[in-house]
């Protein structure tokens, strides 16, 4: 099994930067496994917002592209989200989570921005 929890969410104004944190453990070869980053606002579905592939090839959704840059410490088997110019639409519980098969979700962090 696979056990990924998310950190580093709170209340920024707009505008603000937050970076968020998601440490994979478990029976995961976390260097050669795609990550992403995902969020879900209240009523809506679940999104892929950014990737990052083994080889830290990145693709990000054109709502947060130039904003946020997704990245990896495979040492620590750790995926972040830096989260720049930050809007109220971007208000979410953001995961993390492999795109292709996902693992068990964790059980995201909170993102609340304030106008």
């Known amino acids: 099994q696979v056990q990924l929890v998310e950190s580093g969410g709170g209340l920024v104004q707009a505008g603000g930067s937050l970076r968020l944190s998601c440490v994979a453990s478990g029976t995961i070869f976390f260097p050669g496994t795609t990550m992403g980053w995902y969020r879900q606002a209240p009523g809506k579905q679940r999104l892929l917002v950014a990737s990052?592939?083994?080889?830290?090839?990145?693709n990000y959704a054109d709502s947060v592209k130039g904003r946020f840059t997704i990245s990896r410490d495979n040492a620590k088997n750790t995926v972040y989200l830096q989260m720049n110019s930050l809007k109220p639409e971007d208000t979410a519980v953001y995961y993390c989570?492999?795109?292709?098969?996902?693992?068990?979700w964790g059980q995201g962090t909170q993102v609340t921005v304030s106008a």
């Open positions: 989570n492999r795109p292709v098969n996902p693992y068990s």
């Open positions: 990052i592939s083994s080889g830290s090839l990145t």
